[in-house]
Every structure is written in C-alpha cells, then in structure tokens.
C-alpha cells in the first residue's frame, strides 16, 4: 500500500518542480461594470485557457443573477456595429486561450435580477463541451471601468 501512495506523491512532486499545468481549463479575470437602475442586460468579460490538448468549446453560461445570461459577439457589418447570439458557443483551441472583452466576444446577462453595484461580485457557471463545469465570480466594477481599470488576479474567484 506505501508504495503507491509513494508513487503517486513522486509524480505529483515532480509536475509541480518541473512546473506543468494540469489538463483542463482555467479561468481568469472575470468582471463586469455596474449597472444603472432597471437595466434590461449587463455584460461580463473573462479569459478562458484550455491547459489541455483537445481543442473545447465554451457552451453555455448560467447565473443566478440574470433571468438568462447569453454568449454574444460584436461583428463590424457594413461600417455598423452588430452584435449577435452565438448559439454554437466558442471554440476553445488546446494549449490556447480566448478572451471575451468589451467590443468583442462577451457573455450577456440578459434581465439582471437586482441592479449590479460595483464592488459586489456575481457568480456564475460555466460549461463546456468536454471540460467540467466552472463556477466563476465576476468582480462588479464601477460604470465607467474599462479592462486596464481592475485588478487581473481577483481574489475569492473560484476555478
């Protein structure tokens, strides 16, 4: 029985010295603005990185801090701005990551329960196509914040 608990101690050891990454996906820099009285949506943004070597593909996002929360993106079509529901998701390359910002890809809570103030955070689950579900926290920042304006390594997040 020590033996392979042994076993298991040194190869655990050894991922840490040689500084590996476990297979799976993490998420980092979750946040969102504050929201006016009786605003009918808010938007989140984060950044998701595949450590494994399959591709993925981020599916779907529930909170319960919104009616429904909804994966869009922003497209330029003839000089206009559009945005438009990703019903498919988005891909998630292996060994890569993807970034959903203001003016970009970004997740749309869609009915906000109670206004959002800044300094309060929102939580949320997110799935995928082969990777187990995360539950991420947003930090809500104040109206005006901007992706340069928060802290990128927020504490309490939980991956």
């Not at 390359?93 to 809570?109: D, E, K, R, V």
């Not at 009915?111 to 103030?117: C, E, F, Q, S």
Request: no cysteine; net charge positive; glycine share 8%.
């Amino acid at each position: 029985m020590l033996k392979p608990v042994f076993t298991a101690a040194l190869l655990l050891l050894s991922t840490f010295v040689h500084g590996a990454t476990p297979a799976g996906v993490q998420v980092s820099n979750a946040w969102m603005r504050a929201t006016p009285p009786q605003a009918p949506t808010a938007a989140g943004y984060l950044t998701v990185t595949n450590h494994g070597s399959q591709p993925d593909r981020l599916l779907s996002i529930s909170s319960d801090a919104a009616e429904r929360v909804e994966l869009h993106s922003n497209d330029m079509q003839g000089g206009v701005m559009r945005m438009r529901r990703l019903d498919d998701g988005v891909a998630l390359p292996a060994g890569g990551s993807i970034a959903l910002a203001p003016s970009g890809t970004h997740l749309m809570f869609i009915a906000p329960r109670r206004p959002l103030l800044a300094g309060q955070v929102v939580t949320a689950t997110l799935r995928f196509a082969h990777a187990a579900p995360q539950v991420v926290q947003f930090k809500v920042m104040p109206l005006g914040a901007t992706p340069s304006s928060h802290d990128h390594d927020m504490p309490g997040m939980k991956m």
